[in-house]
């Protein structure tokens, strides 16, 4: 993505603050451009996070990157929920390497 798009993209978050969908898919894309911090940002001034397994992962690969005790809960959470949650256990693998 280029860095216009992102530029649109905020503004349009800045236009509907709680427009998760948009803030989670700038998320991502910050992420995938080596730019945990602003996707950090992001999710700090996010006004509510959607209670989905994903959005939960998402908030996690966010925190992995940027808070590893934060990352470490939001994880522990997802797997009280879904022991069976193999991309939890996959980015709760990646605080612990060998």
């Known amino acids: 993505m280029n860095e216009q798009t992102l ?3 905020e503004k ?3 236009a509907s603050p709680d427009d998760w969908e948009t803030r989670a898919h700038l998320m991502d894309q910050y992420l995938a451009l080596d730019r945990a911090d602003r996707a950090a940002e992001l ?3 996010a006004p ?3 209670d ?3 959005d939960a992962l998402r908030k996690a690969r966010v925190e992995l ?3 590893v005790a934060d990352a470490q ?4 959470n997802i797997l009280k929920r ?7 256990y996959l980015l709760l693998a990646k605080l612990f390497p060998l």
């Open 73 to 76: 809960i939001t994880l522990e």
């Open 12 to 14: 349009a978050l800045l």
């Open 48 to 50: 509510s996070i959607p």
């Open 82 to 88: 879904n022991k069976g949650c193999a991309q939890a």
């Open 65 to 67: 990157e940027t808070s």
């Open 7 to 9: 530029k649109l993209l």
């Open 43 to 45: 999710l700090k001034a």
């Open 52 to 54: 989905t397994e994903e």
